[in-house]
């Protein structure tokens, strides 16, 4: 019989994933599993890639392609785990409010000028953006403003003589 610790690092992972609002505990854990060593993704993009959500290039020679998709070359599962999360995140409460609000008005402002899915799509990617942030810097989610966010990480004004 296998036991696991508090310490593991895969289970303070899937305890961080749970933070974000929108995600469950089998839900972390899916994502978790499918991630495996969190360590073989450098940047925000190589997990895009391996979910699946980066655009599918459609050119030869001269011919360039208007039209993007999602590749969808990656993890079918963690595909699909990543959209229930955009999905839980944009729902609204009873008093109209949203689960998460920024990720709310992203995607209102979004289905305004694209469709639906493409909107949705966008959110994904910005879940996606959440997840590798929380596990690189090993901190529980915090929900605060765009504004806010860029404020507490905005680097000091060099001093020039």
Do not use: W
């Not at 929108?22 to 450098?42: H, N, Q, S, W």
């Not at 208007?66 to 955009?86: D, E, N």
């Amino acid at each position: 019989m296998v036991t696991f610790h508090k310490s593991e690092k895969f289970v303070q992972q899937i305890k961080l994933i749970n933070t974000i609002k929108g995600v469950g505990f089998l839900t972390a854990a899916t994502i978790m599993c499918e991630i495996g060593d969190f360590a073989a993704f450098r940047n925000p993009k190589q997990l895009f890639a391996y979910f699946g959500l980066d655009p599918e290039v459609n050119e030869s020679g001269k011919f360039v392609g208007t039209q993007l998709h999602m590749s969808k070359r990656g993890s079918r599962i963690a595909r699909r785990a990543i959209f229930a999360v955009a999905l839980a995140s944009i729902r609204t409460k009873r008093n109209g409010e949203g689960i998460t609000p920024y990720l709310r008005e992203y995607y209102e402002k979004k289905s305004g000028q694209k469709p639906k899915m493409v909107a949705l799509g966008a959110v994904m990617h910005k879940v996606c953006n959440i997840i590798f942030a929380v596990l690189r810097d090993e901190k529980e989610f915090t929900l605060c403003s765009p504004e806010e966010h860029c404020r507490k990480y905005q680097r000091p004004a060099l001093q020039v003589a």
